[in-house]
T-cell receptor
Framework: EAAVTQSPRSKVAVTGGKVTLSCHQTNNHDYMYWYRQDTGHGLRLIHYSYVADSTEKGDIPDGYKASRPSQENFSLILELASLSQTAVYFC????????????FGEGSRLIVV | AQRVTQVQSTGSSQWGEVTLDCSYE???????ILWYRQLFSGEMVFLIY??????QNQRSGHYSVVFQKSFKSISLVISASQPEDSGTYFCALSELDQGGRALIFGTGTTVSVSP
């Protein structure tokens, strides 16, 4: 059973509209992350969180907000979606040191038109 | 500044063994290098990691690494590769003293193993 689940799995949004991507983890992990992947590229960190009610900016936070209302849930919010935000978004969680392995969700494909 | 580079766009193979190269930049003393495989479905699967302070090359199943710390280079070796090993392989750097513990990813190397 998947430990990190994302919703929606795919979405078409209109330019200027609001988009919320949700992530839920059952790993009991403290750390959660949002990455974006563009076609033919690696993953880039948008926002992350290491405790509920707190979020941190990653490498490319502009145009995105994040919310961590509980240890299990982490949302990515695009207040005004733009064409350049068309991408696949991955949520991940991570526990303590042991390998610092990130466990990824299935990805959410967002197309902004 | 941190950076992870995977120069190969496709992996090399010989006699069923595939070798993927990765180089990285970091000023941290303690770090991990991790390898992930992205399936054609998009799913990211963790494969193996190498701690910077461990001189022994790590192995996990038919995955192993060749870690050259002084050159800040690491290779993933897939032995006895099968068609099901096809996918895109990502190298990632984790700097352990950074509070976020986020990973910095390379751009990936695509592997296609023919039957």
């Amino acid at each position: 059973e998947a430990a990190v689940t994302q919703s929606p799995r795919s979405k078409v949004a209109v330019t200027g509209g609001k988009v919320t991507l949700s992530c839920h983890q059952t790993n009991n992990h403290d750390y959660m992350y949002w990455y974006r992947q563009d076609t033919g590229h690696g993953l880039r960190l948008i926002h992350y969180s290491y405790v509920a009610d707190s979020t941190e900016k990653g490498d490319i936070p502009d145009g995105y907000k994040a919310s961590r209302p509980s240890q299990e849930n982490f949302s990515l919010i695009l207040e005004l979606a733009s064409l350049s935000q068309t991408a696949v978004y991955f949520c991940a969680s991570s526990g303590g040191y042991s390998g610092n392995t990130l466990y990824f969700g299935e990805g959410s494909r967002l197309i902004v038109v | 500044a941190q950076r992870v580079t995977q120069v190969q766009s496709t992996g090399s193979s010989q006699w069923g063994e595939v070798t993927l190269d990765c180089s990285y930049e970091t000023s941290e003393y303690s770090y991990l290098i991790l390898w992930y495989r992205q399936l054609f479905s998009g799913e990211m699967v963790f494969l193996i990691y190498q701690p910077s302070f461990d001189t022994q090359n790590q192995r996990s199943g038919h995955y192993s690494v060749v870690f050259q710390k002084s050159f800040k280079s690491i290779s993933l070796v897939i032995s006895a590769s099968q068609p099901e090993d096809s996918g895109t392989y990502f190298c990632a750097l984790s700097e352990l003293d950074q509070g976020g513990r986020a990973l910095i990813f390379g751009t990936g190397t695509t592997v296609s193993v023919s039957p």
